[in-house]
């Protein structure tokens, strides 16, 4: 079956380390996308990539990286830059402009 | 910039109620209007995706209506089971042409009653 893998299901991270989350997709999509969800709050979109080697940033970029070096993968690194970044990070993808594929999630913690 | 809003934040019914989810938006220009299912500490699972031409979609017992003109849209689950239990999103997708930003709700956290 098609769909969406994340891993690790739960991370945790030390001070002025830097972590990546991975995210795989055998769906064929074109775009691929990054959001944060924090307890009480809508999902925030952090970055997105419409095609290979391209990607814009979304609403809360800073202290965040990605890469899209091939179309099933879209990893993003959180960076000792990002003071909080405990919360819930998800996934997805889409063909058009609208996703509506998302993975499982990571789920981040500092230690 | 658009906001999305949804009432209640929380609900709880007993099982084979009819019930309503509400979801408002500020700019009436959007492309679609999707809702989503959320489980603990899963992803999301799209469940109905409105396209701004469109007024209504159904899925089973589900339905879900769209007005442009006042913000509002409705999810509507008829005969409710205790396995409707989960958080409901609602994500308004802007229109403009190669927009991807999707805005969403904070969600109405649904509990069914055996």
């Known amino acids: 079956d098609g769909g969406i893998t994340q891993s690790p299901k739960y991370l945790f991270r030390k001070e002025g380390q830097n972590v990546t989350l991975s995210c795989e997709q055998n769906l064929n999509h074109d775009a691929m996308y990054w959001y944060r969800q924090d307890p009480g709050q809508g999902l925030r979109l952090i970055y997105y990539?419409?095609?290979?080697?391209?990607?814009q940033k979304g609403d809360i970029a800073e202290g965040y990286s990605v890469s899209r070096e091939k179309k099933e993968s879209f990893p993003l690194t959180v960076t000792s830059a990002q003071k909080n970044p405990t919360a819930f990070y998800l996934c997805a993808s889409s063909i058009g402009r609208t996703p509506q594929h998302f993975g499982d999630g990571t789920r981040l913690s500092i230690l | 910039k658009q906001e999305v809003t949804q009432i209640p934040a929380a609900l709880s019914v007993p099982e084979g109620e009819n019930l309503v989810l509400n979801c408002s938006f500020t700019?009436?220009?959007?492309?679609?209007l999707q809702w989503f299912r959320q489980d603990p500490g899963k992803g999301l699972t799209s469940l109905l995706l409105?396209?701004?031409?469109?007024r209504e979609q159904t899925s089973g017992r589900l339905n879900a209506s769209l007005d442009k003109s006042s913000g509002r849209s409705t999810l509507y689950i008829a005969a409710s089971q205790p396995g409707d239990s989960a958080t409901y999103l609602c994500?308004?997708?802007?229109?403009?042409?190669?927009?991807?930003?999707?805005?969403f709700g904070k969600g109405t956290k649904l509990s069914v009653i055996p």
């Open positions: 994500a308004a997708s802007p229109s403009g042409a190669g927009s991807y930003q999707l805005t």
């Open positions: 700019d009436s220009a959007i492309y679609n």
């Open positions: 409105i396209q701004s031409s469109q």
């Open positions: 990539s419409q095609i290979v080697n391209d990607f």
